[in-house]
């Protein structure tokens, strides 16, 4: 994923981000991949825009904040509707990347990371499942990305 570095603790990405419950969702992939209509998803079941194509990330001590660039602030491409207004919250600390640009047939997929300034992020790829949007949200809600995604075994 290339990154435009505009200094050694920002990086302005090719990636959307939406907030749910105060917890940022980097969503990350090529154009055309459906970032925007993960977001939109997203900001139906109760989600908040950060920002759309484009994300200003930062580090601040062991976290990564996400805001968007003030030019496109409350602006999100809906493919065929046109640029919508909306919202937007101004900073979230990234929990999560969704990279839409793999996609996984693993039922029980094992634990991956997107690093970013050398912090790990838990990464999810691209499902095939309907409710691949409301699994995100659910997981997010419920703050448990970082629980075992697959059956225990006693």
Known sequence: MPHDILNNSTKLVHANCISINGRGVLILGPSG????????????????????????????????????????????EARGMGILQMPT???????????????????????????IFGINLRRIYRSRLD??????????????????WHHQTS
């Open 33 to 76: 991949s459906g970032k925007s209509s993960l977001s939109l998803k997203l900001i139906g079941l109760g989600g908040q825009l950060v920002a759309d194509d484009k994300t200003i990330l930062k580090r601040k001590k062991k976290s990564v904040l996400a805001s968007c660039p003030t030019a496109i602030r409350g602006q999100i």
């Open 89 to 115: 919250i101004a900073v979230v600390k990234l929990l999560l990347a969704v990279d839409l640009g793999t996609r996984t047939d693993e039922r029980l997929p094992t634990h991956e990371n997107y690093s």
């Open 131 to 148: 409710a691949f949007p409301e699994a995100i949200y659910y997981r997010v809600i419920n703050n448990d990305l970082y629980k075992p």
